[in-house]
């Protein structure tokens, strides 16, 4: 990023403090409406299918960054940022309405459906300009570090709020218990809004020939956008078609909606316990060792679902919350190496393209995961794998979710990855010192 264009340090720590409680508001919104969707949708009626759907919808409306791209040179990074969100509380209040009538239908389901598409749809509108906030925000100070506070702050949300939400549904919620946490999902989303309204944000973005797709396909020449844009497409396909459906083998396996929404707490307990010691790590090494040990052991703990146990109980509790444990682990440590790499391989002259252009190739990579693993799960029912007698869903998940080394082979090939330390070579420094 060009010196002259780097904020004040007093702008910046009013920048990075609103960007952090912007953060926090967003997850518990997210807690009360995005984390129990899926049992709302299934308290109604839906099916494997209309899960991944939901998933899929989540990916599809990235494509309103293309009015974002257009919105941003009119309304400023953060003004578009508060309008969204605001926007977005909007549509929730049909959700609330559904629930409280406790209306059980196909239309009903198609209508949350909906309703969330287009909250998410509102929402990316803004999203288009987070990186780019986060950039000029953090230009001049360890991005590692201002990471790892962010996301231990919003962590915290999703680690405490769910325990409450999965609390106040019990273990078989009606429709109508979901009615009080979609409210207060509007509540936080407009007091996210009011956040965002102040937060910093560098010079005006210079203007740039060529309507959205011609910049957004400049942008892909770059090689360190290229590559980084694969690896975002495949991990995010995997992850829409793996992630949102293990509410649907393990609720198969008797798991309690008030268990399973108490496990998005235990990933967040993961992240949170570990940030801080990734901001380290990323900051000293770089994103390529800290990509390669996420996603390896992403990859390497697929083999888990071999042990799911059948019933419901105290082995099964203990199962869930070991893995989504580790898989919060990881999960940090993914996404701080990946938003360390994006920094360093979007310039400013191509800042809000450039993020875009990634972010689009992470939205169709989620579409295609998102509907292709709702179909094959419903598909797969209750039919066991020939020659394993493992069910043939968990089969699935478990060959899905080690597809992740694939993820982890293009880590190794981004731009500027060959001038990074590699995992090995630390973990054969560490073993040196320490015989010394």
Same mark, same amino acid.
């Given at each position: 990023?060009?010196?002259?264009?780097?904020?004040?340090? $007093? +702008?910046?720590?009013?920048?990075?403090?609103?960007?952090?409680?912007?953060?926090?508001?967003?997850?518990?919104?997210?807690?009360?409406?995005?984390?129990?969707?899926?049992?709302?949708? =299934?308290?109604?009626?839906?099916?494997?299918?209309?899960? *991944?759907?939901?998933?899929?919808?989540?990916?599809?409306?990235?494509?309103?960054?293309?009015?974002?791209?257009? =919105?941003?040179?009119?309304?400023?990074?953060?003004?578009?940022?508060?309008?969204?969100?605001?926007?977005?509380?909007?549509?929730?209040?049909?959700?609330?309405?559904?629930?409280?009538?406790? /209306?059980?239908? +196909?239309?009903?389901?198609?209508?949350?459906?909906?309703?969330?598409? %287009?909250?998410?749809?509102?929402?990316?509108?803004?999203?288009?300009?987070?990186?780019?906030?986060?950039?000029?925000?953090?230009?001049?100070?360890?991005?590692?570090?201002?990471?790892?506070?962010?996301?231990?702050?919003?962590?915290?949300?999703?680690? =405490?709020?769910?325990?409450? #939400?999965?609390?106040?549904?019990?273990?078989?919620?009606?429709?109508?218990?979901?009615?009080?946490?979609?409210?207060?999902?509007?509540?936080?989303?407009?007091?996210?809004?009011?956040?965002?309204?102040?937060?910093?944000?560098?010079?005006?973005?210079?203007?740039?020939?060529? *309507? #959205?797709?011609?910049?957004?396909?400049? $942008?892909?020449?770059?090689?360190?956008?290229?590559?980084?844009? =694969?690896?975002?497409?495949?991990?995010?396909?995997?992850?829409?078609?793996?992630?949102?459906?293990?509410?649907?083998?393990?609720?198969?396996?008797?798991?309690?909606?008030?268990?399973?929404?108490?496990?998005?707490?235990?990933?967040?307990?993961?992240?949170?316990?570990?940030?801080?010691?990734?901001?380290?790590? #990323?900051?000293?090494? *770089?994103?390529?060792?800290?990509?390669?040990?996420?996603?390896? %052991?992403?990859?390497?703990?697929?083999?888990?679902?071999?042990?799911?146990?059948?019933?419901?109980?105290?082995?099964?509790? /203990?199962?869930?919350?070991?893995?989504?444990?580790?898989?919060?682990?990881?999960?940090?440590?993914?996404?701080?190496?990946?938003?360390?790499?994006?920094?360093?391989?979007?310039?400013? +002259?191509?800042?809000?393209?450039?993020?875009?252009?990634?972010?689009?190739?992470? $939205?169709?990579? *989620?579409?295609?995961?998102? /509907?292709?693993?709702?179909?094959?799960? +419903?598909?797969?029912?209750?039919?066991?794998?020939?020659?394993?007698?493992?069910?043939?869903?968990?089969?699935?998940?478990?060959?899905?979710?080690?597809?992740?080394?694939?993820?982890?082979? #293009?880590?190794?090939?981004?731009?500027?990855?060959?001038?990074?330390?590699?995992?090995?070579?630390?973990?054969?420094?560490?073993?040196?010192?320490?015989?010394?």
């Amino acid at each position: 990023m060009d010196p002259q264009s780097i904020l004040p340090e $007093a +702008d910046r720590r009013t920048g990075q403090k609103r960007l952090i409680g912007m953060s926090v508001l967003s997850a518990a919104s997210d807690a009360f409406i995005t984390v129990i969707a899926p049992l709302f949708l =299934l308290s109604i009626g839906a099916s494997s299918i209309h899960i *991944g759907l939901l998933a899929t919808s989540e990916h599809v409306q990235k494509v309103s960054r293309f009015v974002g791209l257009r =919105l941003v040179r009119t309304f400023g990074k953060a003004r578009l940022m508060a309008l969204s969100r605001l926007a977005a509380a909007l549509p929730v209040v049909a959700l609330v309405l559904v629930a409280s009538y406790g /209306i059980s239908s +196909d239309y009903a389901v198609i209508l949350t459906i909906g309703v969330l598409a %287009v909250r998410e749809f509102l929402r990316q509108m803004g999203n288009t300009v987070w990186w780019p906030l986060i950039q000029d925000n953090t230009a001049g100070d360890p991005y590692g570090a201002f990471m790892a506070r962010l996301r231990i702050r919003q962590n915290g949300a999703t680690l =405490l709020l769910p325990i409450a #939400v999965g609390w106040y549904l019990g273990t078989g919620p009606s429709s109508q218990r979901f009615a009080l946490p979609f409210a207060l999902g509007i509540a936080a989303s407009l007091m996210g809004a009011r956040w965002a309204w102040g937060v910093s944000e560098g010079p005006p973005l210079p203007h740039t020939e060529g *309507g #959205v797709v011609r910049r957004l396909f400049r $942008a892909y020449r770059l090689p360190s956008v290229r590559w980084l844009s =694969l690896l975002m497409f495949l991990h995010r396909g995997i992850t829409a078609a793996t992630y949102p459906l293990w509410v649907v083998v393990l609720t198969r396996n008797g798991m309690s909606a008030m268990v399973f929404v108490w496990l998005s707490s235990a990933a967040a307990f993961g992240q949170v316990t570990s940030l801080t010691a990734w901001g380290r790590w #990323v900051d000293h090494h *770089g994103s390529r060792p800290t990509l390669s040990l996420a996603l390896s %052991v992403q990859a390497t703990i697929a083999v888990a679902w071999i042990w799911l146990p059948a019933e419901p109980g105290s082995w099964q509790l /203990i199962w869930g919350f070991m893995f989504y444990i580790v898989w919060g682990v990881m999960e940090g440590g993914m996404n701080l190496g990946r938003t360390h790499a994006m920094m360093g391989a979007v310039s400013g +002259d191509h800042q809000v393209e450039g993020f875009n252009a990634i972010m689009y190739a992470s $939205a169709v990579g *989620g579409m295609i995961g998102g /509907i292709g693993g709702g179909v094959m799960l +419903d598909w797969l029912g209750d039919r066991s794998t020939p020659g394993f007698g493992l069910p043939a869903d968990q089969t699935y998940l478990l060959a899905a979710q080690a597809s992740t080394f694939v993820v982890y082979w #293009v880590s190794r090939r981004l731009v500027g990855a060959d001038a990074q330390p590699t995992l090995r070579s630390l973990a054969l420094n560490r073993l040196k010192r320490k015989e010394a």
